[in-house]
């Protein structure tokens, strides 16, 4: 397994460019299946996610190729309904392959998608949402079945009982073929969410409101979509990233190709932190800034601040010169870098969904371990600023968000070394 050698405290310079964003470009993988015509995906991302949805759509009887950087689609026959578990238990997010097969295909059987690190991830809002659209679903054996009347799913008012970013697109995805219209009320407000619905409507689709809380479907006959081509926004979680990066190493860098709206409840936060940037529409430049202050954060659905990039921020308040509260309340159990932390000088104190960390630390390198995608991250950043080097093991985890982290990072001067 590959393990990450990072030299800190790191100096960083020059500009980076995120990559189209992981959490839009899975579910507009997914919806592929809705459309028997060719599909063109733009400048896709290389990551083990999008690898793996890849492989468990062809399990399906998609046909596709990667052309450089672009993917070309072809879901002109579905032939087979059944999402495997070996295929699923890699990727949590096959799960939105469960509303486009039922409006496509009228039956699926897909894969509990089980837990993962950061929690049990259920998936109660979605079956509760397909089965007002008129799904039969039993669970059994850690599958899913389900199926529809002869007519296929039909239009419904949804109330959503939590903004679930995943509920949300699979009703909105299912919604398309349904007859009739669908509202999803309490919908998510991601922007992954809204890309998700121009991407629809761009294969002809009738979806309004995608970004806001209140969606609205009308059901179309398949034969009225048609071939699309369609790059998917830039990676907010990505971006955040990198912009934590230069505060933290106190180095000035542009960070590009995502659209700065997208955060700007992290940017609000960052800059009462003491962080400088200077904000354009597609990017940001990080200034040098002076001492920077602690932060009081509670993680919530869009536009609230986002759970994707708690881990970084974390890291980030252990160098604040005075004390940070951040609480998780989208996951259950995403602190698990905190032990991490601490064994590289952190001072945090965990109580439940609550952290406590202590400001002005030292970190020091040491060897670290990988266990979720965003904590990973986390790590990354904590050897930026630690003195020595610092070798992060398990690095398939990153590689399944994050483009050429390493690549990225030595462009900006880091001395990383991937072994
Ligand atoms: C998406 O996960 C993202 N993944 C996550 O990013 C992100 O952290 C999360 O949204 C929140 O923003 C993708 O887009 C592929 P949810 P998702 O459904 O859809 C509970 C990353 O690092 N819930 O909004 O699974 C659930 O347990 C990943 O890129 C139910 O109770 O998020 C969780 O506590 C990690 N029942 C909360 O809602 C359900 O039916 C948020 O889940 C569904 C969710």
């Not at 060719?38 to 046909?63: A, H, Y």
């Not at 609205?216 to 912009?243: M, N, P």
């Amino acid at each position: 397994m590959d393990r990450l050698v990072i030299n800190g405290p790191a100096k960083l310079s020059g500009s980076v460019c995120v990559s189209p964003a992981k959490n839009a470009c899975l579910p507009i993988m997914t919806a592929c299946l809705l459309n028997p015509n060719p599909i063109t995906l733009k400048d896709m991302p290389t990551l083990k996610d999008v690898e793996t949805l890849r492989n468990l759509l062809e399990s399906l009887g998609v046909k596709s190729e990667v052309d450089q950087k672009d993917i070309r689609f072809d879901a002109g026959t579905i032939e087979s309904t059944d999402a495997e578990y070996e295929l699923v238990r890699k990727m949590r997010a096959s799960i939105l392959v469960l509303g486009p097969l039922l409006a496509r295909e009228r039956c699926a059987k897909v894969s509990l998608p089980g837990g993962c690190a950061i929690g049990t991830r259920p998936i109660d809002i979605h079956l509760e949402g397909l089965k007002k659209m008129g799904a039969v679903i039993d669970i059994n054996s850690g599958y899913v079945f389900a199926k529809t009347g002869t007519e296929g799913l039909v239009g419904a008012q949804i109330v959503l009982p939590f903004p679930s970013v995943g509920a949300t697109e699979n009703l909105m995805m299912a919604a398309v073929l349904a007859k009739g219209e669908t509202t999803i009320t309490n919908a998510a407000r991601e922007p992954e969410i809204e890309d998700l619905g121009n991407f629809l409507n761009a294969m002809g689709a009738i979806v309004e409101g995608a970004g806001e809380s209140i969606i609205k479907i009308q059901g179309v006959h398949i034969d009225k979509l048609k071939s699309v081509s369609y790059r998917a926004i830039g990676d907010r979680i990505e971006a955040a990233t990198y912009l934590i990066a230069g505060i933290i190493t106190n180095s000035e860098i542009e960070v590009k190709g995502f659209r700065t709206k997208d955060i700007a409840s992290v940017c609000d936060e960052l800059q009462s932190m003491g962080a400088v940037f200077e904000v354009a529409e597609d990017q940001i430049v990080v200034k040098k800034h002076d001492e920077i202050k602690g932060c009081n954060v509670d993680t919530a659905p869009f536009p609230g601040f986002p759970t994707d990039v708690q881990a970084q921020m974390m890291v980030l308040a252990t160098k604040a010169i005075t004390s940070s509260v951040i609480r998780e309340k989208i996951f259950e159990n995403r602190f698990m870098h905190v032990p991490e932390l601490k064994r590289m000088g952190a001072n945090i104190i965990k109580k439940g969904n609550l952290a406590m960390i202590e400001g002005s630390a030292s970190l020091s390198a040491a060897p670290v371990m990988c266990t979720d995608l965003r904590a990973s991250a986390a790590l990354v950043l904590a050897a930026l600023a630690a003195e020595g080097e610092t070798v992060i093991s398990r690095v398939y985890h990153l590689d399944r968000g994050y483009e050429n982290l390493a690549d990225k990072l030595s462009g900006l001067g880091v001395d990383i070394k991937r072994i």
